[in-house]
């Protein structure tokens, strides 16, 4: 019996490592405090550690040099909850790189160096609670679908960037939302800002600072002026005011009544010239028959 259990410790052993290697398996550079933990924050990693357990919850990266994120990256994380990736040199996210999360809860993309949020950047991230983008100084640009499927999102942070405006069809798909941080962008108070500006009036008790803390700069002169002393009756001028889209749909509006009017012409040009034709061929037959 005893020479048996001997030689079946061996395999024993290496079906008990075999078993417990996804847990355990903890990049050289960072820390696993527990299973479900790696902490690689302040490695001066240049890219993404190897190999990371693929039962990770908590994900901490943050203050390294990591430029980029594989599309495919995520795809074997099904149990990630918790990213962190501040502070790091990220330029940019492909489409469908987080799509895949569908279990994340907090996402820190901050102090990096993002240019713009591309539409459907974040996929159906239905389960994203907490997502931050502030101190990106390039970010200048959000587009209208950037956090489209993002239901259960209650705080979105977008402070001190790059942003000018914003469109409020980035805004309205978010129903969960109970804080939003926009102070510190180089806000225009122009007629592409005055949608917006209602948008905040009327959901101001999501500002933490209030509509105190942000400021844009008035376009005649840059003079900057808090938004708590700006009104709706501040942007009266703008109710007239077409968007570039408007101007496209005006444009081309009138060039397809241009176009219909000239077909029509032609047409009733042609139907007169035949009629004239047909006129005149009848009055010779007439004339032969005399």
Not at 74 to 103: C, H, K
Not at 219 to 230: A, K, Y
Request: glycine fraction near 8%.
């Amino acid at each position: 019996m005893l020479p048996c259990i001997n030689w079946l410790q061996p395999f024993l052993a290496l079906l008990s490592s075999t078993l417990l290697t996804r847990g355990h398996n903890c990049p050289s550079s960072c820390l696993c405090p527990d299973h479900h933990t790696v902490d690689c924050q302040g490695q001066g990693l240049t890219r993404l550690p190897s190999p990371i357990p693929l039962d990770v919850r908590r994900l901490l990266l943050s203050d390294n040099w990591i430029p980029l994120i594989p599309s495919d990256f995520l795809v074997l994380y099904s149990d990630l909850v918790y990213l962190d990736l501040r502070n790091n040199s990220l330029s940019g996210l492909e489409p469908g790189t987080l799509s895949t999360s569908s279990r994340l809860v907090f996402l820190d993309l901050g102090s990096n160096n993002l240019t713009e949020i591309q539409s459907e950047t974040f996929g159906e991230s239905r389960s994203l609670i907490k997502l931050r983008l502030g101190n990106n100084p390039y970010l200048s640009q959000v587009e209208e679908d950037a956090f489209l499927g993002l239901t259960s999102l209650r705080e979105l942070e977008l402070e001190r960037n790059g942003l000018q405006g914003l469109d409020v069809g980035v805004l309205e798909p978010l129903t969960s939302l109970r804080v939003l941080r926009l102070e510190g962008n180089p806000w225009v108070c122009n007629c592409h800002f005055a949608k917006l500006f209602v948008w905040l009036m009327e959901n101001r008790h999501k500002l933490p600072t209030g509509m105190e803390g942000l400021e844009c700069s008035l376009p005649m002169d840059g003079t900057l002026m808090s938004l708590s002393l700006l009104s709706e009756a501040s942007f009266r001028e703008c109710r007239g005011y077409l968007s570039l889209m408007d101007i496209l749909i005006v444009i081309f509006s009138g060039i397809s009544v241009s176009v219909v009017a000239i077909i029509a012409s032609f047409f009733l040009a042609s139907m007169v010239h035949c009629f004239q034709r047909l006129g005149k061929a009848g009055q010779a037959d007439e004339e032969g028959n005399d």
